[in-house]
Structure formats: C-alpha cells, structure tokens
C-alpha cells in the first residue's frame, strides 16, 4: 500500500532519488496529515466493499470459524503441562491456559488460566496482543511474558510466575522494544535489547548483549559482546539439555549468514563453519547445522545437515560428519528432536515426509516414518526427556488433524478433528508444473471443482510468496473454502522461485539481480492457467503478503494485462528507499542495495512505486496494511496508492490501526479484513 506522486513532478524510475520524493510525509505514521489521508481512504474503502452484497455473508462465516468452539486446541508442551493460546467470542483478546496431557487426550481438557488477556488489558487500560511466554528450565515456573502494543513486533517484557499466577513484583520488565530475552538462570538474563543511543543495528534490531543480574539496573548489566551496527542483530542465549547447559553468542551478519561463538566462562570459541550456515539445535553434545551453501573442504552439499560435537570445538579440533543430504527433488525443511531420535521433515516435490534418524554404530540410519500420505505434515511439542511429539496433518480439501506419537514404537494417536467448514467433496486437486521464461519447472497446486467447465472463465485466486526461502504448502483453509471455493471459485498455490520449497538453490535461483526469476515463475503460471482455459486474465485474481504483496505490486505494473484482480497485504513497494524504512536494512541480502548502482539498475525495473505510470491501464488494486506494523513500513502501501490515485488509477486502500504484520491483532478485525478482500474479489472477477 503507498501513496501517490503528483503527475508534474513524476520521474522516471532511474532518474528517482528520495529527496524527489513529494509523499515522505506519509512515513511520518501517526501525524495528524497522515492520518487524515488514511481515514480518508478507508472511508472509500468502506463505502464500496462494505456494502457489497455479500460483505456479511463473509464476515459472518469467517467469524464463526474463528469464534467456532470446535477448533483444535492446539497443545505447546512446557515441562509437565500442554499450554494453549485461545481466541474466541467471549476472549477477543485471548486465554493463556494449560493442563495436563492426560486431561488433554481425554478430549474434554480441565484447563487452567494462566494469563487472561482481555482482563490485563482492560485493567491496564492498553490494547495488549500476547506474543509468547519464555520460562526457566527444568522447573518453567518463572517465566518472561512478552506484550505487543496493537500486535506490532516491538514488546514490553515483564516476569511472570507460574507459582503465583501473577506478575512478579520488582521483577525483570523492559520497556517496549524489539528486545531478544532468553533466561541465563533463576536470577540473571542474556538480555539484547534498546539500550539508548548506538545501541542498534541499522535494522532496528538490537546490537549488544548484555547479562543482567536480578534487582541491578539495567544500565549496569555487563556487556557480554557488541555486534556490527550494519548487522542486522546480534543476541546471546542459553540452550538447556537434561545433563547441561551451552551459552552461545550469535550475530546475524546479514539475512542469510551468521557468526557464532560458544561462550565459555568469559571466553567465545567461533564455531568454524560457513556464514551461511545455520544452527539447528543439539543432539548428542553435538551441534546440528544446515548448510546453505556446498562445503568443499568437508565434501558437503548443498540444502545437508551436518553434526559437530561441542566437546571438539572446544578442544579447537572440530570434527564434522554427515547427518543428512537432500536429493534433486527432496528439500530438508525442519529438523526435531526426541529422546532417542531426530525427526526431519522433508518435501519431496512439495509434498511432506518425515524421516526418522538415529546414530548406530557412529552412522546415520534413515527409516520414514508413515504418518500420512499425500499431505502437510507438522510435527512439534518434541523433547528430548522423552520420544513422544505431536504432529498435524491437513491438506487443501482435508480439516487438520491433530496426533500424538512416540517415534520409538510408531504408535499414533488421534486427538482431535477439525470440523469441516465446507463440501470438500465437490472439489479436487492437481499439481502442475509451468515452464518459466529461462525453461525452468515451476510447480503449482490448483483447487477446483471436480465439474469445471474449461471455459477460462472460472474467477480464480493465485497466491505466492516467493522469497527469504519460505516454502508455500498445501493446507486447509475454511475461509478460501467457504468465501471462494463454495461461492464458484478456484484457487491456486503458486511454488515460485525465492521460496524454499526444493532447498537453498531453489531460494538462491531468484536473489538480489536474479530476483524478475520468481516474477517470470508467477507469470508463467498465471499464462498456464489461461491456457488449461482454468481463467482469463478477466476472472484471475492474485495474492500476496509483504514479500508477496511485493510480488502482486511487481506483478501489476509489470504484466497489468494477466490480471483482473490485484490484493497487496502489508508489502514492500517502494524499493528504493525499502532499506531506509524499520526493519528494510536486514533485507538486503533478498533484494540488494538499492544504494549502489549494480543493484539499483535491476531494482529500478520491478520496484512497484516506480513502474506504475499514468498512460497504463490496471487492474483496480485492493491494498492494505497496518498503523501498527513496524516491521513493514506502511508507508509503502501509502505512497503506492496515493501515486495511483493522483495518476487517475481507480484503486482501494484501507489502512487497520492495529494488528502489527499480521494486519489484524483479534479475530474480528480478521474477519472483517476477510470481508473486504473477498467482497473486492467478487468485486472485480466474476
């Protein structure tokens, strides 16, 4: 979402230099002019969409879904209980609950309250959205809370425990900031966070770490390391295991390379591996790590997990051994651990598998575990005291289920059974893959009805992402399936290049100057629908949310005539001056440096904001963001629009004052921002 440019002073885009800029004024987020501009926008935005015939209709249904009672109460496991976050009529703001795992898997759980949302922010008087509680172990009965202001990224922090069920009084709180806080012990924290002047990184992220000893000020707490003010962050943390514990002190040099030391009494011991490695956890005293990039000098590949032993980093004779390798058509996507094993999900052509791993004889053996066929796979709630986890189960057309087992013995049980929110039996599924401008493959799913007519006039909804090595996969969603799919239309999950979905190559094939690869991937997709005769540019719709609102944005300007509809949720689009703008700095290793000419030559041919011009014809684009998001500025959704709009573009803009990145910070907000993108869509593509 952005704003406009007035028509006598429009640049071309390699003549454009920020000061030429005559909208800067609406990065000022909440004064006066700004807000005005957005209220003013919203109000048309309103007007047309919240009128719209079946604007209720779709706020009612995806409301009812969220509030449903029936949803799956999905568990997190902290020591001996299973903890819940839940939502619903009566709990806009949200219940932070637990029990047991036997009152769990009873199916009619005796819950706890352990923190309620809503009443802490009536009684504080503040708009509170819950981003997570942290807790001690073994005992995790002190705990660190973490509070967003209206759902944005920064929180304040407060202790919190579990014996008392209360906030602890004189105990740790820091101020509202983009903090990184993990517990040391009972009375010391590793604590990165604002700490005045130079203290962050030119991505607002914290740069120094620092111990903090209860009842100290926190201006006293002794500095453990200070990271590169052109980092993006840098953090110190404990790791627990059953025996002992290992400190290590991370910086993220860029996006997608780090630095890590293990930190020894007062001494940091660098884990020799690549900067483009990353950690992955422990398991047997060794530290796993994935790499992103071949490793010649120990013959690994690219996309493998490899092993190191701590006790031979700090012996300073690092030994490193093959954990597992991907294949052409395989991708590692997470790894986990148990008592006994490591549990890997793997996608193999973008369809889930789970491999069960464990050392024999100094080697790794690899049994897949049968967990489901032919759909998405979670696992989580993995510890290493036991072999027992819980893992879901969903797909397009299948309502997630919810399982515990023990990946010893292999036996499952199911726990719970999301209810089914529309006739999935109407509908099939296909996987096809598009060749893309330079030959390439590129895989999509499409839902549609099993009686399509292949006329190319069916609306349809095309989503992508395409960036930071996120992989898009199938999964059940009971909005799309009741206020799309059951209304007549498709709807397809795009696997573009810059996504993750067959390993680190398949994210590299679109960086910095490669990145029109993941735009040709989209377009050659959207032109294979057209000509299966799925759509027509008139009927077609496309998707996307910050990285995948800059697709759509890039989209628009670059290829108007593929499409008929255009959503752009919380984007980047202004990308000369993305890196200027709260957390853009750390993206620069997905996009470039706008700043040096290189880059700037191939960013200045996609970048939304300076590609939209007055004598082209688009689609009529629905773009939306948040006050409150501090991650992506919402003035680039501002400065998009308002140069749309002083061009002549018809174009709709609304603008939630809460919600943070995620647009919305409560199930209603989430619902009516619902009503408004399918209320556009039927809008603009039927």
């Known amino acids: 979402m952005r704003t406009l440019f007035t028509a006598a002073l429009l640049l071309s885009a390699g003549a454009y230099a920020a000061t030429d800029d005559p909208y800067l004024w609406l990065e000022e987020v909440s004064s006066d002019k700004a807000m005005a501009w957005v209220t003013e926008q919203n109000n048309q935005a309103e007007k047309n969409l919240g009128t719209h015939p079946k604007y209720q209709q779709f706020y009612d249904a995806t409301l009812e879904v969220m509030d449903s009672s029936d949803k799956i109460d999905y568990p997190s496991r902290v020591g001996n209980y299973l903890y819940n976050f839940w939502r619903d009529a009566n709990h806009t703001k949200g219940l932070y609950r637990r029990t047991t795992a036997k009152s769990y898997a009873s199916g009619k759980p005796e819950w706890q309250t ?7 922010a009536e009684a504080e008087g503040e708009n509170w959205v819950f981003k997570g509680m942290s807790c001690l172990y073994p ?4 705990c660190l809370v973490y509070l967003s202001r209206g759902g944005a990224d920064a929180t304040v922090v407060r202790e919190f425990s579990k014996t008392t069920m209360s906030f602890v009084e004189n105990g740790f709180v820091l101020p509202e900031a983009k903090s990184q806080v993990t517990w040391r012990d009972e009375n010391s924290l590793f604590v990165a966070t604002d700490f005045g002047e130079g203290s962050l990184t030119d991505s607002g992220y914290p740069r120094i770490t620092k111990i903090w000893q209860r009842g100290a000020n926190l201006a006293e707490a002794a500095t453990v390391y200070a990271g590169s003010k052109t980092s993006v962050a840098a953090s110190t943390f404990r790791m627990f295991t059953a025996a002992k514990h290992y400190d290590l002190v991370y910086e993220s040099l860029t996006f997608y390379s780090n630095q890590a030391w293990l930190l020894v009494d007062d ?3 660098a884990i020799p591996k690549p900067d483009s490695a990353t950690l992955s956890g422990v398991f047997a005293d060794a530290l796993l790590i994935n790499l992103r990039q071949d490793w010649p000098e120990h013959g690994f590949k690219q996309g493998s997990v490899v092993a190191m032993p701590i006790a031979s980093i700090k012996a300073g004779k690092p030994e490193v051994s093959l954990v597992m390798a991907p294949t052409a058509n395989l991708s590692i996507e997470r790894i986990a651990r148990t008592k006994d094993y490591l549990l890997i999900s793997v996608l193999e052509d973008v369809k889930t598998k789970v491999l069960r791993l464990e050392q024999r004889e100094g080697k790794w053996h690899s049994t897949e575990i049968p967990l489901a066929e032919n759909a998405s796979i979670g696992i989580f709630n993995t510890d290493e005291v036991d072999n027992t986890f819980h893992y879901t189960v969903t797909g397009f057309l299948t309502p997630a289920s919810l399982y515990t087992a023990d990946s010893k013995t292999l036996e499952k049980q199911l726990l719970r059974q999301a ?12 996987q096809h893959k598009a060749k893309s401008k330079d030959g390439t493959l590129v895989p999509y799913f499409v839902v549609m009805p099993k009686a399509i007519t292949y006329n190319g006039k069916n609306p349809t909804l095309l989503y992508g992402y395409g960036g930071f090595e996120v992989s898009l996969t199938p999964a059940y969603s009971a909005a799309v399936g009741r206020n799309w799919l059951a209304e007549g239309g498709v709807y397809v999950l795009a696997n573009i290049r810059g996504g993750g979905e067959y390993g680190p190559a398949w994210h590299q094939a679109a960086l910095q100057k490669n990145r029109m690869k993941a735009y040709e991937d989209f377009f050659a997709i959207a032109e294979d629908l057209i000509a299966r005769k799925i759509t027509s540019p008139q009927h077609l719709g496309i998707k996307g949310g910050s990285n995948g609102g800059l697709l759509t944005g890039a989209a628009m300007v670059l290829r108007p005539e593929l499409f008929g509809a255009v959503i752009s949720q919380v984007p980047l689009l202004d990308m000369r001056r993305y890196h200027q703008l709260l957390a853009g700095a750390s993206w620069m290793a997905e996009y470039g440096d706008p700043d040096q000419d290189e880059f700037w030559q191939v960013i200045k041919t996609y970048s939304p904001y300076h590609n939209v011009h007055k004598d082209k014809k688009y689609p009529k684009a629905f773009f939306y963001t948040s006050t409150r998001d501090d991650r992506v500025h919402p003035a680039h959704a501002r400065k998009m629009v308002a140069r749309m709009l002083e061009q002549g573009h ?8 809460e919600g943070g990145h995620a647009g919305a910070s409560d199930n209603r907000q989430s619902a009516r921002m619902a009503a408004l993108e399918y209320s556009y869509l039927w809008q603009q593509l039927k």
Request: charged fraction near 30%; aromatic fraction near 20%.
């Open 267 to 269: 001494k940091k011991i």
């Open 650 to 657: 018809p174009v709709y803009y609304y603008e939630n004052i």
């Open 419 to 430: 209810p089914s929110w529309f006739d999935e039996s109407k509908f099939k599924v296909e």
């Open 139 to 142: 005992a995790y009965q002190q």
């Open 114 to 120: 352990v923190l309620d949302i809503d009443a802490l």
